[in-house]
């Protein structure tokens, strides 16, 4: 079964530092999001990235953060200098056109647990 | 703004049924989604509700009220691999790549 892919699956970096996260999602998706949680915490809205460009953002995703299809494979986030805030689970999901709306049903990957020190 | 409201614990008896409720304010609406997270897992799709009324998938059904802008989730016949958090979520608008917003979830936790 096709299966959202992320990497690494866990990350500790330091307080300013720039992290990449990456993600491959499912092949013949067109719509793909990032998420975080934190921990005990509910699942917290990114962004939405489709035909190359950002469709929607949250106000987290600030200057701070970027989102990248480098490949015709790859989606990855950017966080630009980490903060003690920014740990979390951060998880990748794709959908696939033909829904109702885009994004009702969206498959998720088993995430990155970012630690910032 | 947008908000979605569930209980945050309910506890339940395997082979019981119980329901999970969740009531929306949202700016647009698409749709009502529920997804299911064990701990230290992903959110895995559960079902979808884009019209009123019930929709049945095996043990799971979910259910939709516009015009009160709520919805539940009924698992029947619990099993204790059921325990797991659970949230509801909406997909507020109909652009090239709806975003989903996540309720707080719900923790389920199943007694044998």
């Known amino acids: 079964e096709p299966e959202v892919t992320q990497t690494p699956s866990h990350q500790v970096t330091q307080m300013g530092q720039e992290v990449i996260l990456r993600c491959v999602p499912i092949?013949?998706?067109?719509?793909f999001y990032w998420y975080r949680q934190i921990l005990g915490q509910k699942v917290e809205f990114l962004v939405s990235?489709?035909?190359?460009?950002?469709?929607?953002k949250s106000e987290i995703f600030d200057d701070q953060f970027s989102v990248e299809r480098p490949d015709g494979s790859n989606f990855t986030l950017k966080i630009r200098s980490t903060k003690l805030e920014d740990s979390a689970m951060y998880f990748c999901?794709?959908?696939?056109?033909?829904?109702?709306?885009?994004?009702?049903?969206?498959?998720f990957g088993q995430g990155t647990r970012l630690t910032v020190v | 703004g947008q908000s979605l409201e569930q209980p945050s614990e309910v506890t339940a008896v395997e082979g019981a049924i119980v329901q999970i409720n969740c009531t929306y304010q949202t700016s647009g609406f698409y749709g009502l989604s529920w997804y299911q997270q064990h701990d230290g897992g992903a959110p895995t799709f559960l079902s979808y509700n884009g019209l009123d009324g019930l929709e049945e998938t095996g043990r799971f059904s979910s259910f939709l009220s516009r015009s009160d802008s709520y919805g539940y989730l009924l698992l029947q016949e619990l099993q204790m691999k059921d325990s797991a958090s659970y949230f509801c979520a909406v997909s507020d608008s109909y652009s090239s790549a709806s975003k989903i917003i996540f309720g707080s979830g719900t923790r389920l936790s199943i007694r044998p």
């Open positions: 999901a794709s959908s696939y056109p033909g829904q109702v709306a885009p994004g009702t049903e969206a498959f």
């Open positions: 990235f489709y035909n190359n460009e950002i469709s929607e």
């Open positions: 092949s013949n998706h067109l719509y």
